[in-house]
């Protein structure tokens, strides 16, 4: 009989080493044979069979260790049982040594870097290449995943097993790529973790939770990267940039829970020990003498940090940097996002003349803050009844109720 | 017990098969093609030394092709390659190698993925 103390007790220290070694544990597992769905079931039963076994028997002193040795016989049986035609007696030689080697071994060598290089390789479908990180580096389920990239659960569980699928037919390495090759590499891996904040981030007034967590768990993704690559300013500029844009969420909503832009929210809510971590890291990396799309996007907010705090305007700093930007990704929403710092240092029309530059480009059609920019700057230079046609597009474009809203009152302030 | 040696791999066969415009070979001059055969010859040579060639060949063209199917028992035979295309497979490199970077960095180097494509396929079965 199980008391329930003893139950919490499990569950909490089950969560904890969930949390805490879930990618660990499956990229050891998966490792060798590449086989990231038979790692993750063996270790889904490892779990179920701790919580049935810790209640009665009490935690285990290194419960990483118990797991590990539980969910490596699975994973032994499984290959033994249902792929026999597929798999060498040889593998399963290698594969049940070098297991039994690191459950002898207390530590786990850590090989989630890897295990994420394999998820973002470049033979893995762009689009599944973030969802594919958070399942199996932090376990998070197909829903969970689905709900946050606005796709069906059934249509989310069918990518991520395709990739999976992928990964071991293919023989995608479990490696971190070679010097020369490194760079270009971790770009993949640094855009899939800026993809899932970017999906977490959309929801600012942090009502849907699995949003949100999103978010949270994209930095901690990216603080392993940089724990275990402390020498690349890419992945430091990337954590810096999440940790900026992370440290503004509470000051995006006003009570109301409506959209508050930058320039209007009060620096007091800010969360200032993220924006000292972010400035530190954003030294870190321009110490290390590689400059780089993230590294210039995370001095941005900075220099956006800066001037709403000290009311010093800085906007020649702030077109430089996304001068900077545009020569290295030629991204049109740079290039609005320039336009309006433009506008602050040569006024509106100034602004819209280089807007026009870009305004060729098909993408920009269907993206709602160039016509929110656009109706801006329209307005600005008294061309109204223009303005109130490119907030109508801005306003069907946009899918936060209350960034609608927002555009919805500065169209109407118009009158 | 075996030391843990993370290092070691289980090795994978993988397909290279080339792709390439099959019109292309004759509008090249002499000199080139003898050129464009000696950097096959290389390619070759490079993939034995390394120790990771299992077979090889060069295809005749797709007008030499003939497409077999059987349907209600009966063999057809049909002239002409399986697909009609201005692209079409002139040879191959099966080759035995870690995994899946080790294949695209021997196919990057053939020749035939300057004047063509190059797919990689790996195969069913792991080697013992």
Known sequence: MSLPEGDAQARKTADAVARRSYGKLVAFLAARTRDVAAAEDALSEAFATALADWPAKGCPANPEGWLLTVARRKVIDMHRGRRRHEIAAEQLRVLAEGLDAAAADAGIPDQRLALMFACAHPAIEAGVRAPLILQVVLGLDAKRIASAFLTSPEAMGKRLVRAKDKIRQAGIPFSIPEREELPGRLDTVLDAIYAAFAEGWIDAAGTDMARRDLAEEAIFVCRLVTELLPTEPEALGLLALMLHAEARRHARRNLRGEYVPLAEQDPALWDSQMIVEAEALLRRASDLGSIGRYQLEGALQSAHVYRCRTGHANWPEVVQLYDALLTLSGSPVVAINRALAIAEMHGASAALDTLQEVAADMRLAEYQPYWAARAELLAKTGAHREARQAYEIAIGLERDPSVRGFLQQRQSALD | MAAYNPSRRIHMQYL?????????????????????????????????????????????????????????????????????????????????????????????????????????????????
Do not use: F
């Open chain 2, 16 to 128: 290279l098969m080339l792709y390439a415009e099959e019109a292309g070979w004759n509008r090249l001059t002499k000199a080139e093609q003898e050129q464009g055969v000696a950097a096959y010859k290389a390619y070759t040579e490079a993939l034995s030394k390394a120790g990771v060639l299992k077979g090889s060949n060069r295809l005749q063209p797709s007008s030499a092709a003939t497409t077999v199917r059987v349907a209600n028992g009966k063999p057809q035979v049909l002239d002409g390659p399986y697909v009609e295309s201005k692209e079409q497979i002139g040879g191959y490199y099966l080759i035995d190698v870690a995994d899946l970077d080790a294949a695209i960095s021997w196919a990057a180097r053939c020749p035939g993925a300057s004047h063509g494509v190059v797919e990689v396929r790996p195969s069913w079965s792991m080697p013992t």
